[in-house]
């Protein structure tokens, strides 16, 4: 299913700002179990040939995160709940 307006937007933005550059194209990829995955694509040549990225983010939002999708206070349960 592909994800709201919202979450692609929040992506977008994102992944922006990681790279300090605009994408040219920035693409949903389908088929992500627990994530949502993009292409990111940097600066294209006139041959359509750019930086390629796969851009990753878990299907949750947290409220006020910086990066989409994670989950501090999960993670660390998680780690402790493996004796990490």
Known sequence: MLPS???QQAAFDWASRWSGRTPVRFEYLS???????YLMVLD???H???DE???RFCNRFSEG???PGIDRERELL???HAGA
Do not use: K, L, W
């Not at 088929?31 to 995955?37: Q, R």
């Open 5 to 7: 307006i919202e979450s």
């Open 31 to 37: 088929g992500g179990y627990s994530n949502n995955n």
């Open 44 to 46: 294209e040549d006139r």
């Open 48 to 50: 359509g040939v750019g």
């Open 53 to 55: 990225y796969v851009v």
């Open 65 to 67: 995160d910086d990066f």
């Open 78 to 80: 998680h780690i402790e």
